[in-house]
């Protein structure tokens, strides 16, 4: 079998292991990247692109006063009943690592906008990066390959190769097939979470209702989990997740402003829009990228909405976790229906029909204008039916019983014009279990003990850390491989040999 020798290896080409890596090679040391995928990207790159951090030059030029302590006190407010789950080293780790973590990224010529708020945080703290996440991996891809780091995309990890109870090295799979991958400093797990794993995995770690439940990204298959598990490390709070989650549809077209390259040129100039554009100018703007992937709010619901699936019947409590019923659906897919008296509401604050964190709130006008493909409006609810392709007779019935039966308060389903929002599906999103790590980031293995070695940053390493509200993920994928990866380029070397 080849053998090939480099200094730091990483596995994973996200935010996480673009950043690793870009760190240790700005140590001087040799890196290998791979990724399993054909393309850069992973969980980052599909991201709203917010970060949220604390003590920021983004801050100080809006006149915000902020500090990492009070960042650390806020985060726990988002937790609810899971604060007990948390790690509050790794909390502290983040908030003190993210103003150099911005600053970094800044200095790489990413651009983003003025903080917006997220209550209960204290002050605005949302960082968007403009003119989308794409702008994260093309910056850190730029500079890494500047650096002499060697990418090579599907190229999948099999098996770690630990010698000596250290982590030496990583069998890989790629085109060209089976070969080893030797670090003489260390290795670095970014790969992401158990979102996509097989029923295994999944089913070993998250709750039985998520079963059959799809990952936004599919290939986050836990792959650092599996192979932190086989040499005896362990995943902390694998049964959480964000999600499942109730989002729309795709659409037909990727919007224009996700085709452009996501180059510093352009996000200047997105942002001096913004900046300059007064709000009637610049909102069909926004639109044309929030309206893209964006999950419907729970308002909608309690404002008298009801879920139909694709035969045409209310299925669920739209008041209850109707994602779980969903699932279980035709296609996993529903519509959300409104009456006129509803769909009036649903033009402006508060009644948004979405929101995308440190960009904007959409509403049906938002939906009516930019997503024609999943906005139907008709005068009659058996016009209304033909739009959505479902049988009418079974649309009026589900609305005659609806207004028959115990609506909990809600009101009734009244006269047009009607609306249907669809078709909308759930996904996990993203989950929470990644492998315990010590505040250095190496993996925490048998016997309690770090193996030496080996670190595992972002998803993979979570590591109990609960990344509640907005922005908190994406600030620990680059805040952990930035550490990760400047970790494991310090490791003093070990001599190889053939394996």
């Known amino acids: 079998m080849r053998v090939s020798e480099t200094d730091v290896l990483v596995a994973g080409g996200g935010g996480t292991g673009l950043m690793a890596a870009l760190s240790a090679a700005r140590l001087g040391r040799a890196v290998v990247l791979i990724e399993k995928n054909p393309k850069l990207g992973g969980t980052s790159g599909m991201s709203v692109g917010s970060i949220c951090a ?3 030059l983004q801050q100080r030029q809006a006149g915000i006063e902020d500090e990492p302590d009070a960042h650390f006190d806020d985060m726990p407010k988002f937790h609810g009943d899971r604060a007990n789950r948390d790690n509050p080293v790794l909390r502290r780790i983040l908030v003190d690592a993210m103003p150099e973590t911005m600053r970094f990224l800044t200095d790489l010529g990413l651009v983003f906008m003025k903080p917006v708020p997220e209550p209960p945080h204290r002050v605005p703290r949302l960082h968007q990066v403009l003119p989308h996440s794409g702008a994260f991996i093309h910056q850190l891809s730029r500079h890494c390959r500047r650096e002499g780091v060697i990418i ?5 990890v099999r098996r770690l190769i630990i010698e000596d109870g250290r982590a030496v090295g990583m069998q890989v799979e790629g085109p060209g097939g089976q070969e080893i991958i030797r670090a003489r400093r260390g290795l670095v797990l970014a790969t992401g979470d158990i979102s996509a794993a097989e029923d295994a995995l999944r089913g070993r770690h998250l709750p039985p209702e998520m079963a059959g439940i799809p990952a936004i ?10 192979l932190g598990e086989e040499i005896g490390a362990s995943v902390a709070n694998g049964d959480l997740a964000w999600g499942p989650e109730i989002r729309f549809i795709a659409p037909p077209r990727a919007s224009w402003i996700i085709k452009v390259p996501p180059i510093p040129a352009f996000a200047r100039l997105v942002k001096l829009m913004m900046d300059a554009l007064p709000a009637s100018l610049l909102r069909p703007f926004l639109m044309s990228f929030v309206t893209t992937y964006l999950a419907p709010s729970y308002g909608l619901f309690r404002e008298g909405g009801i879920m139909v699936n694709r ?3 209310r299925f ?7 994602e779980y019923a969903m699932a279980k ?3 996993q897919t529903a519509f959300i229906l409104l009456d006129g008296a509803m769909a009036a509401k649903f033009v402006g604050w508060p009644h948004y029909v979405s929101t995308a964190p440190g960009v904007a709130y959409a509403y049906l006008p938002d939906y009516a204008r930019n997503r024609r493909d999943i906005t139907h409006k008709a005068e009659t609810l058996e016009a209304l ?3 959505i392709s479902v049988s009418a007779a079974a649309l009026a019935a589900t609305v005659a019983e609806y207004n028959a039966g115990d609506r909990k308060g809600r009101p009734a389903f009244g006269a047009g014009p009607y609306y249907a929002l669809g078709p909308a599906r759930p996904w996990v999103v993203f989950t929470e279990g990644g492998l315990r790590v010590t505040p250095d980031l190496a993996v925490i293995g048998a016997g309690e003990q770090p193996v030496p070695g080996l670190f595992a940053a972002g998803s993979a390493g979570q590591g109990g850390l609960l ?19 400047r970790n494991a380029a310090f490791l003093s070397p070990v001599t190889t040999k053939e394996d």
């Open 54 to 56: 604390s003590a920021t």
């Open 311 to 313: 035969e045409g019947q």
């Open 329 to 331: 659906q035709t296609d």
């Open 217 to 226: 990204n599919t290939t986050s298959t836990g792959d650092g989990q599996k």
């Open 385 to 387: 039916a033909v739009k």
């Open 467 to 485: 990344l509640e509200g907005h922005g908190h993920h994406l600030g620990w994928a680059f805040a952990s491989g930035r550490i990760a990866g």
């Open 316 to 322: 669920c409590d739209e008041l209850a976790k109707p």
């Open 152 to 156: 090579r995309t599907s190229c999948a």
